[in-house]
């Protein structure tokens, strides 16, 4: 069964930093590109961030782009998205998503979330 698990949410001052993890289990993790994706409350989806398999090549929304890093250690299975300079606009819920293609926009497994509030 795949599993992915985010962690590392919580609350921070604008201008502050955190990191996000995704724990993966349950399919051979280097072998998939992943994303990042977001939900503000009440509002659409958000694509972030995207990795290939190796780690190599990464991408990101425009609205993110010299602030957040995407990331992966496929020795440990899991998925990472260092978030810096954050603002209240960044506030969401996160959620780390397995590529089904080679497409990061495609995903087919995604975790349950992890909260990100950007609040002074």
């Known amino acids: 069964e795949v599993q992915l698990v985010e962690s590392g949410g919580g609350l921070v001052q604008p201008g502050g930093s955190l990191r996000l993890s995704c724990a993966a289990s349950g399919f051979t993790f280097g072998s998939y590109c992943m994303s990042w994706v977001r939900q503000v409350p009440g509002k659409g989806l958000e694509w972030v961030s995207g990795i290939n398999t190796r780690g190599t090549i990464t991408k990101y929304a425009d609205s993110v782009k010299g602030r957040f890093t995407i990331s992966r250690d496929n020795a440990k299975d899991t998925l990472y998205l260092q978030m810096n300079s954050l603002k209240p606009e960044d506030r969401a819920t996160y959620y780390c998503?397995?590529?089904?293609?080679?497409?990061?926009?495609?995903?087919?497994?995604w975790g349950k979330g992890t909260l990100v509030t950007v609040s002074s």
């Open positions: 998503a397995k590529c089904w293609s080679t497409s990061w926009y495609a995903l087919d497994y």
